[in-house]
């Protein structure tokens, strides 16, 4: 089934992009909470319409979000985790809020939602998939420490 979403929808995607869905999510959830409509022949003329309006104005979105995407993977990202004795493993895991809270601290905002990491349980160097626009993803190299 296909789902014009009305809103950013966390790990699906964002508004005004058409998704493909299984047909209990989407009548179910996404069309009840208002979150998508039904991806229809009308819906989508309209939805094209609406795209060649927004088009300038998310131009200077993604010139925006290059810009971000060129400053990020320079930064020195550090994230620190309490360790058990005399490893490398990590009490708990990190998760993305460590490490949106280390990107702010350096001057940066992005939003949670749209990070992926991968399953971190020690020390070491790792890479973040950060989605900063529709069309504009990239990976940010950070290091996990012990305090």
């Not at 819906?43 to 131009?59: D, F, G, S, T």
């Amino acid at each position: 089934m296909d789902i014009i979403l009305k809103e950013n929808v966390e790990k699906l995607g964002f508004k005004n992009e058409i998704v493909t869905v299984k047909n209990g999510y989407g009548r179910n959830f996404l069309i009840p909470q208002g979150l998508g409509i039904l991806a229809s022949e009308s819906a989508r003329k309209i939805l094209a319409e609406n795209l060649k309006q927004q088009a300038k104005k998310e131009e200077t979105e993604i010139n925006a979000a290059n810009k971000i995407a060129t400053e990020l993977p320079k930064l020195d990202i550090v994230l620190k985790a309490n360790v058990a004795e005399g490893g490398a493993k990590l009490f708990g895991s990190i998760k993305t809020i460590h490490f949106t809270d280390a990107v702010s601290a350096l001057g940066h905002t992005i939003d949670s939602k749209f990070v992926k990491l991968p399953k971190i349980k020690e020390l070491g160097n790792f890479e973040a998939e950060v989605r900063l626009h529709r069309t504009v993803s990239i990976s940010i190299p950070f290091k996990v420490i012990a305090k």
